[in-house]
């Protein structure tokens, strides 16, 4: 059994030879929750000077800037652009950037860094979850990117093949977990879990290794939810539970079930039957939810910040729990700013300083953050408040407390994410105003530990013995990357393959 069809590596390769990407996104792109948004001036400010010196620098090395721009010194290029608008808050060199071969020595260096992705989605065969094309159109009109206008819209990229290729093949990371969201209307969950069981098992079986994780996601307070789990602990054994304290976060307006974690009637024997069962992850979607959003749906919002969470977390210390999207409320990128002025002005930001502050209000230390949108919504429109938030979690929840997840494939490939959290520093201002320590190399104990270190504890991964560096999966990296590798760099929302 392979892990991508002849067929299907053979649409992938050929389908993003249709638009010019850019390393990074250099606006800010739609997910489930969200519409993508115009250019910012600062935006518009690096996406001009990525082009000038993708130009520049790509002439300096034979490329067309296009082909440049897939080369890891076309990566380190925008992270120069963004220091050269934003301030540095980015470790990147023009030296790295100009040269080709110097950068992918670097590339190359950090390549085999463990990166476990806890944090990743795609959608069923059978979706009908137009709201992806929809935000695509938007954008093809708006004309934020000429390549979208008057193109058919395709679900295709966020289906099982494109997900495989850009977060095992595309980027560096090595271990992913398939993650999903549930709907009062069956057909509207992004997979079941049976869906999810059914593509780790051919992920496994065909690399030979435990590459592939899945949640199975618990909606309490639905029909025969109980009953559902019961059979789940036997037959999917899932590696983690995930639910949505709002109930159906897809179809807001249907949703009947919300439920707070800390609900002892509804919850607490959920967190007995799992931990009987010698299971003790539980994620949770939190946040993504700015006052437009409050205003739609006010009765959710009590749901979706995390004034449930301390006191399940010292109920059940035996239990983990993560907070997806590290509870971040100020989305779609349009909002960014402000959460920055929020953070400005007060030192905190919405509801990631409520979450960090949870250990040392509650006395507990089974508090996590995955860090799900956090880099996509922040890095590229508001870097400072990427650096704070990043601060605020290590600060408040350690930075043994901190995992990675990026929501790909929402996002695209997620390798732009994770170049990101590699080169992100602190500004020396922050560092000294709010108490932030700095972030080290990206090999340092910090990053190694929020790039997989910690996941692979909670998840009891044992990355020496993964056998990862020679299994089925590596020999099929390496045969792509020598074939000359075709990564897409395709944020979904407002770029798309033709
Ligand atoms: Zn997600």
Redesign the pocket.
Known sequence: MGLLSDDEMAKLVRASAAVEPTPIPTQVISSDEFFPIPQTAKQKQVAARLNELGDEFGARNGLSRRRFFQTAAGMATAFVAMNDVYGPIYGASRAEASSVDLAAQMAQAMSGQFVMDV?T?FLRDDTRLKNFIQARETVGKAGWNPALAGKPQTLDDLKYPSWFKEVYLDSDTKVALI?G?ASEDPQDWFLTNEMKFDARAKINAASGTRRCLSHSIFTPGQPGWMERVEREIVELKPDSWKGYTVGDNTNKHLSRHPWRLDDEKLLYPFYEKISKAGQNIVCV?KGLYPPSTEQQFPHLTPYANVDDLGRAAKDWPGINFVV?HSAYRWTPGSNAHLGLKQFDATGRVEWTSDLSEIPEKFGVSNVYADL?QIFAQTTVIEPRLCAALMGMLVKGLGSDHVVWGT?AV?TGAPQWQIEALRRLEIPEDMQRKYGFKPLGAADGPIKTAIFGGNSAKMYKYDIKKAGLETDRLSTTKAAYLKDGADPSHLPYGYVLRG
């Open positions: 944090h989605h993650s969201s979607h997806y799900g929501d929402w």
